[in-house]
């Protein structure tokens, strides 16, 4: 595991772009596993300011995001589709046909978590995951004591999960209840996984996660077992690792 001490937030979005620009550069080809929430919105900027410039081509990349909310449709100003094409999607030469979310129009969870693991098997995997973390160690949408062998399900969000989304809902009753989500598996199957964390309010969760004990409470701490993980946060989300 690589860490990645970033100045500020800022700095954290260049660094983070800086990696999945290289890999994109390094296999043009390469199939993208990106994730939503509001600390990877300054890396899809730095990405989308480099692509004005010329520097970055997107148009043989593939995506895979890693979730997306039951019950909403693509149109809703509040799905991750939506989030993903707001941020980068339109804003890059990438094939719309390329790239691939979870649908939460499907009412049943068996088939659509069964169509999301075939489109992933049939891309041959990802090259690099991006992920965010949530406050209590959640990745993807994968709560605490979710098993790690799982892959794409469909998971009841958390109280603590539904109040941290609620910022962006009329009301916390407007907030999905459910959503799909790449499983544990899937994500520990990446060839190379990216972790962005910003803010003092998660350096609790930053040291429990990366240097305490590897549990099914914590779901990031498998990430430990990886064998590429980079992370990349700023100094106040690393201001309670003494280790480093």
């Not at 300011?49 to 990349?61: A, H, M, P, Q, T």
């Not at 890693?66 to 589709?81: F, I, M, T, V």
């Amino acid at each position: 595991m690589k860490i990645i001490k970033a100045k500020d937030y800022n700095d954290l979005s260049r660094k983070a772009a800086n990696i999945i620009s290289a890999q994109i550069i390094m296999k043009p080809n390469c199939v993208l596993g990106l994730a939503t929430g509001s600390t990877p919105i300054g890396t899809y900027k730095q990405l989308v300011e480099w692509y004005e410039k010329g520097d970055l081509d997107f148009s043989e990349v593939t995506t895979v995001n890693l979730d997306e909310y039951k019950g909403l449709p693509r149109e809703n100003d509040q799905s991750y589709y939506y989030f993903m094409n707001d941020n980068l999607f339109s804003k890059v030469n990438i094939n719309k046909n390329q790239t691939y979310l979870p649908d939460g129009m499907i009412e049943d969870s068996e088939q659509a978590c069964r169509e999301y693991n075939a489109v992933i098997h049939s891309l041959g995997g990802v090259d690099l995951q991006l992920l965010g973390l949530g406050h209590n160690g959640h990745i993807g949408f994968n709560e605490p004591g979710i098993a790690f062998e799982t892959e794409t399900h469909c998971v009841t969000l958390s109280e603590r999960t539904i109040k941290a989304n609620m910022r962006f809902f009329v009301s916390e009753a407007d907030v999905p209840r459910q959503a799909y989500t790449m499983g544990i598996k899937t994500i520990m199957s990446a060839h190379h996984i990216l972790l962005v964390v910003s803010g003092e309010d998660k350096a609790d969760i930053v040291k429990e996660a990366f240097f305490g004990p590897v549990t099914p409470q914590v779901p990031a701490s498998i990430l430990q077992l990886h064998n590429h993980v980079t992370i990349v946060a700023d100094e106040a989300a690393l201001s309670k690792c003494e280790e480093l």
